[in-house]
Structures are given as C-alpha cells and as structure tokens.
C-alpha cells in the first residue's frame, strides 16, 4: 500500500503486462497509475495525486477528499454480542469481521494488505 497527502494506492502487478497497476482507493474519483519498477510507480502515484489536485484546483476544489478508512457506528448490545461471537467463532477481530461482512454485501473486495508492499 502506497500512501501520499492521505491519498492510499492498492498496487497490484500485470504479471502478462509486466508493470505495476495502482488504483487509489479512498475516494471515489478514479485515480489510477502504472510503473514498471517501485520507483516508476511511486512516482507515477505521486504524479497522479498532484495532477488530481491541481484539477481541482482548476475546478474550484471539487475534489473527492480522501476517505479515511475509519468507520464509527453505534448498533444494540445484543447485536454488538452477536457479531462479537461471530468474530470469535471465525477467529477475527471484531473490526476485521464487520469489514469483511461490509465487502460482501457492497461488493468491494477487501484491500489486499501485504500483496506488494510499497512506499
């Protein structure tokens, strides 16, 4: 995972293209970028970021701003007890089995921590 200015890239290789392909995903504007070694891709992110920026600089600061990850929700105790069994009987935290229940009914897969570990 690639971080810069709070904007976070999933990388992720080609292997038939032979390049890296980075997507940003904590906004909803698509920023992609590509490199064919760590060094090509990092710039390309930051490159990428920059451009989207000055874009919304152009476009009055009508940028998607970076989300954070972070999801505060409150539910009853008996549903917060459930879900905490759950968690244990798969042997995840908390956190990790709500995120996992929340990729399945959106349809967003989870991001792969650890896939390629860059910047």
């Known amino acids: 995972m690639m971080d810069y200015k709070g904007y976070k890239a999933q990388i992720d290789f080609d292997n038939e293209a032979g390049i890296f392909v980075g ?5 909803r504007d698509g920023i992609t970028f590509t490199g064919r070694s760590v060094d090509e891709l990092r710039t390309a992110f930051r490159k990428a970021v920059d451009d ?3 874009m919304a ?3 009055a600061g ?4 970076p989300l954070s990850g ?11 007890r459930a879900i905490a069994t759950c968690a244990e009987r ?3 935290s ?4 709500v995120a996992d229940r929340l990729s399945e009914a959106t349809g967003v897969n989870s991001v792969k921590i ?3 570990k860059i910047g």
């Open 52 to 54: 989207y920026l000055e």
């Open 57 to 59: 600089c152009d476009m």
């Open 94 to 97: 908390v956190a990790a089995w």
């Open 23 to 27: 997507e940003v995903i904590n906004t």
């Open 70 to 80: 972070k999801l505060a929700i409150r539910v009853n105790p008996t549903l917060h």
């Open 62 to 65: 009508n940028t998607d701003q």
């Open 114 to 116: 650890g896939a390629v």
């Open 90 to 92: 798969e042997g995840k």
